[in-house]
């Protein structure tokens, strides 16, 4: 056999094995959604979300309560991706935010976030519990119980 053959031969299997391994890998399903955005006005974002062959739209109005807003709602907010938006809901199972400023609690969430987002973001005290002033009480007077 002449180089040329061998070289056809060489590059022939070379270009079955890459479109064998491009169908292998285009058939599955795309476990991350894709969003897009569309900014209608300041306070008005629409958003698209495709997953797999699902396509939805969803509107978000700002501002948005952080103690209940989805990821999609979270994600929409200026320098949050899915990271951040997940960090943010599982601080809020364990804590509420009583203000928008308790939202530079969470890891990775900083002054320049709350700067961008001031007007995007607020919190709704009166569908929270109230803090409980009980334990405080009992803690700060222990010691004269205890004497």
Do not use: H, Q
């Amino acid at each position: 056999m002449n180089k040329e053959k061998i070289f056809f031969i060489a590059s022939s299997f070379v270009l079955i094995m890459a479109v064998t391994i491009y169908s292998v890998y285009s058939d599955k399903p795309n476990d991350r959604p894709v969003v897009s955005t569309y900014i209608s006005d300041r306070n008005v974002k629409t958003i698209t979300v495709t997953a797999e062959t699902e396509k939805s739209e969803i509107m978000i109005k700002y501002p948005i309560d952080i103690n209940f807003a989805t990821k999609e709602e979270l994600c929409s907010l200026d320098g949050i991706g899915d990271a951040l938006s997940g960090r943010i809901i599982e601080y809020r199972n364990n804590n509420y935010f009583y203000s928008i400023e308790e939202i530079t609690n969470v890891n990775g969430i900083g002054e320049k976030f709350l700067d961008e987002n001031r007007d995007k973001i607020f919190v709704d005290v009166s569908r929270l519990p109230e803090v409980s002033t009980t334990y405080s009480y009992i803690t700060k007077n222990a010691s004269t119980i205890n004497a």
